[in-house]
């Protein structure tokens, strides 16, 4: 088995413009808890990790492979997400380094995604973080947002329910033509 070393980077090293906290995955393995419990230890105070100007411990660095099995995610999707400036994985070489903080800006990310937020849009709520202020800006647009998408999946809810009433219509109709269709079927 082959194991690789990491080169330990000083405390002066630049790592990252400050987003999510790494309370945010309280462990690697550990499944999502939701967007209330990111956002609160988002908002931890000065003494949450992501306000700390520290280096990781070397076993909180994850690869890309790993990070891609971990989420479900391609390995072009977390290239993606970094064009895009949604995360910033350290680099070692070429190698890519995820941080627990990267991890809980991509679990914000595929949240965004699934209920239907555009990138843009979770790029907006992720970067207005301030890990010395209140937040009350991130948490008034997120809300905002989360208002607007959430009118627009109930319509598009009732939309689903009218189309799948229709839909089991149709097939009451089927069933029955061919109720009727069936004995003269079974006479030939």
């Known amino acids: ?67 891609a099995k971990r989420y479900g995610v391609t390995l072009r999707a977390l290239r993606f997400y970094e064009d895009k400036g949604l995360l910033n994985p350290l680099r070692e070489g070429s190698t890519r380094l995820y941080t627990r903080r990267d991890q809980a800006r991509l679990k914000l990310i595929l949240l965004g995604r699934k209920v239907g937020f555009s990138l843009r849009e979770v790029k907006q709520m ?24 959430l009118v627009r999946l109930q319509k598009q809810r009732g939309l689903l329910d009218e189309a799948i009433s229709e839909l089991l219509g149709v097939m009451d109709t089927v069933r029955q033509q061919l109720g009727d269709r069936a004995p003269i079927a079974a006479v030939k």
């Open 126 to 149: 992720i970067d207005l973080y301030d890990p010395q202020g209140p937040n009350t800006k991130q948490l008034k647009l997120t809300l905002e947002k989360s208002e607007r998408q």
């Open 1 to 67: 088995m082959v194991t690789r070393r990491l080169r330990v980077l000083s405390k002066t090293t630049p790592l990252w413009p400050i987003a999510p906290t790494a309370e945010a995955v309280p462990g690697w393995n550990a499944p999502y808890t939701g967007i209330a419990l990111i956002m609160n230890d988002m908002t931890a105070g000065p003494l949450s990790a992501a306000n700390k100007n520290d280096v990781p411990a070397k076993g909180e660095y994850c690869r890309i492979g790993d990070m």
